[in-house]
């Protein structure tokens, strides 16, 4: 049932591409099952907008009966499971944990991410991270991510901000708050985009993986409370 799911994902992801603005529309209404990689600041923020968004949304860490306070508050369509759980659930996988993680993730469920629509929240410390921050500042995260998760079609998303700014303008009034977004896979791209309205936000596209440096932490792109308009611009893309 789920390779019958994810086959129909890709089609209607497809179609949506084929189809412009009304593809979109689609592709946002579609309440997909999502896995959400740790329940900590931005996994339970992101995750608990999609919930209210009226997706089912399945938190993960390795102890899942430390995510029971949060499920409980967040209602029937929310849930807490292991890793290999989360990653059977959902059609699209939020990964927010910390990114000194990313090496043993990626050889333990490789073979569960491999083709996977997976939205990378990952921010690298050197206080935290160590030699994974330094290869992310000198290569860009986005490969470097790419490299650890190798399979996954891989977008960047979420990670440019702190999750306070999130929680405080989702859904806000006027012009909703940017949040830049770059992958290699434009079917990826769409989900990840249809995913990022749902949380109550406007998705810019900044470009390939590579282009996601313009946003990682320590770049001019970090913690950017912008509008739409306001981050294609910054960013030198398109409307």
Partial sequence: MACDRRTLLAGAMALALAAGSAGDAFAQDAKIPI??????????????????????????????????????????????????????????????VPYKAYPDLGKTYGASLKGKVVLDAGNATKAR?????????NEGIGAVSARYLPGARLVRAFNAANYRLFAQNAHRGGAPMAVPIAGDDTQALAVAAALVRNAGFDPVVVGGLDAAKKFQMGSPGFQRDATGPEARKAFGVAE
């Fill in 129 to 137: 991270d160590g030699d994974l921050a330094t290869e992310a500042e």
């Fill in 35 to 96: 896995a959400v990689i740790g329940g900590g600041n931005i996994g339970g923020t992101i995750g608990g907008l999609w919930v209210k968004a009226g997706h089912p949304v399945m938190f993960a860490s390795r102890h899942p009966e430390d995510l029971k306070p949060l499920v409980e508050k967040l209602g029937p369509l929310a849930k807490a499971g292991t890793v290999e759980q989360a990653l059977a659930f959902g059609d699209a996988v939020l990964i927010a």
